[in-house]
């Protein structure tokens, strides 16, 4: 992809008179649907519009065209593409491929678009691709929403797109949302235009605004959404626990005992999971806040805040859970974390804020509070109480990426009792479908048969038989990312989404001094503070932390090209492997 990566800027300038006009007519030969309104809007006469010549990672010539740093128009090899910017405006001023929105997450790694990826509205027929030509510029939106998120060319034309039988590439990529190029602008939100004309019935999910960083959230398949209304769940709300506030109701109500002056919060055993009169969602609100007390109490003594929420019920709460019990809390009355914080927030217990918008961080703790002050872990020792703070440390994580059973694949799945929801690692995926296969006698030498069960995942009719690796590649297209991340004596934690990797680049500040920039860091359970001070240490140089929007991590910069150092504590004392660190090519060449 050609924004992948960082890309070097040349100069930039300002334009003026006779060559603003000469763009824009160049712009209003490429892309005839825009009218002089349209182009009048774009490109107003008292806005500044500049063009910006750079230099793509991989060493090819552009032009970009922005209007108040907005990127509008890149230019490639003479040709004009519009970005996704222009586009959430015209979106019809180039042909457009649909796809579904669990495709995208590859597109947005760097992959090209394949025959596979693409929804088609009707059967397959020798215009079901339309009528393109080789290298011809198109856009791609998915199921659910109408604006176009990537741009790129034809790799064959729509009539071998249609011989092709769906095998092969179909577009290469050049820009995506949450790229460089995407990027060097305001960042702005996908809006939410509604499905395409002729995917209602597939993709009519009503979704707000999405951050790009929450494009894995939406991208389960819709019927999954839609069985969600079927499903009568009783929730507690949160003015029921405000309403019991005071500390001898509440300490009451979570079965705390008290002798003499001091509390003591009994955990949850097994036997109380699901037997007696206690629900299972009412013993699990019980251990959730056992190890919130115990996580707040323990655990969060030596951290800075803020701290991401995320980040706090994964490296806090969790291994406070008790060795015989499993917390989950899907199966409490909260359902969701940031219910659950709410509470604990209008108890005046935690306080939490939106810095950025969609990512809330813990602003502070009141360790003066009632229920913090007399909390006693009866299970963990007083001794051992500084071992519980985990913040400190550095243990090798684990990372095992998994792929989610979704409402597509589910008719192969539950064939081995699995639901929808469920993770598997790529190898377990391989077996079940190997062994659906064999079982079903579906092996045609090195072809596989498509029957009933199968076809829900290949989602085409015309197709008959398909190579062991293509069918792969077809169950795992319609299954969701999550990754599970293990620490040393911890549980492991599974995580909705795609892993990013560390990424460390290397920027410009004023004076043209170096700075070295570090993102996703707490992602793996890093202590941003604590690695701050490393590198400080490190290599003597002065250190700053700042929110990124968009990012549900908090951004570290460095002063100067410090890759190299950087590298080596992650690869070394943290223990990261290398193929989730990003950017060390950045580190500066060795001298002989």
Known sequence: MMFQKTFKVKSNTQLKGSERKRIKNEIAKQFPQLTD???????????????????????????????????????????????????WSYPDILPTFTIWPQVFERLAGGADLML??????????????????????????????????????????????????????????????GDELWSYGMKLTIPHMGPPNGYEQIGG???SLLPVNELSSVSENVSE?????????????????????????????????????VLETDAP????????????????????????????????????????????????????CPPDSKLDIKKSNYKKLSKFLKAMENLDIIQVKE?????????????????????????????????????????????????????????????????????LSIPEVRKYVTDYV?????????????????????????????????????????MSRSYEMTFSGEKPTAVKGKLEPIDIQVGKRTGNKKVTLINNLELYGINIQEFARECQHGVAASTSISSVPGKKSSQLLVQGNQVLFVGNLLMGKYQIPKRYVRGLENAPKQKK
């Open 438 to 478: 064999k079982k079903e006698k579906l092996q045609d030498k090195q072809m596989v048969k498509i029957n009933e069960v199968l076809q829900s995942a290949v989602q085409d009719p015309n197709t008959m038989a398909v190579t062991w690796e293509d069918l792969m590649g077809l169950i795992i297209g319609r």
């Open 37 to 87: 309104t349209d182009l009048q809007n774009f490109f107003p006469n008292k806005e500044s519009m500049s063009a910006i010549k750079i230099v793509t990672h991989n060493g090819d010539l552009g032009m970009i065209y922005s209007v108040q740093k907005l990127p509008l128009i890149f230019e490639l090899e003479k040709m004009m593409y519009p970005t996704v910017y222009m586009l």
């Open 225 to 261: 959404v839609e069985n969600k209304c079927d499903v009568n769940v009783i929730c507690q709300s949160v003015s029921d626990l405000e309403m019991n506030s005071k500390t001898d109701d509440i300490t009451t109500d979570l079965s705390v005992h008290q002798e003499g002056e």
């Open 355 to 423: 810095i950025t918008k969609g990512v809330e961080s813990i602003m502070s703790i009141n360790l003066g509070h009632e229920m913090l002050k007399n909390f006693i872990d009866p299970i963990v020792p007083k001794s051992d109480e500084q071992k519980s703070d985990i913040s400190s440390k550095a243990w090798k994580p684990a990372i095992t990426e998994l792929y989610t059973v979704t409402a597509a694949v589910l008719p192969l799945f539950s064939q081995y009792g699995l639901r929808k929801g469920t993770n």
């Open 205 to 207: 999910v009503s979704e």
């Open 116 to 177: 596979p990826g693409i929804v088609l509205k009707c059967q397959m027929h020798v215009k079901a691709y339309g009528n393109l030509s080789k290298g011809a510029s198109v856009a791609i939106n998915m199921t659910n929403n109408k604006a176009p998120v990537a741009v790129g060319t034809t790799a064959l034309s729509s009539y071998d797109m249609y011989m092709a039988a769906q095998r092969g590439k179909a577009v290469k990529i050049l820009h995506t949302v």
């Open 269 to 320: 055993s097994q036997e109380e999971m699901g037997v007696g009169e206690q629900t299972e969602s009412e013993v699990m609100d019980k251990l959730l806040l056992y190890c919130f007390l115990k996580a707040c109490r323990n655990s969060t003594k030596k951290v800075e805040f803020p701290l991401l929420t995320s980040n706090f019920y994964k490296l806090h709460i969790i291994p406070a």
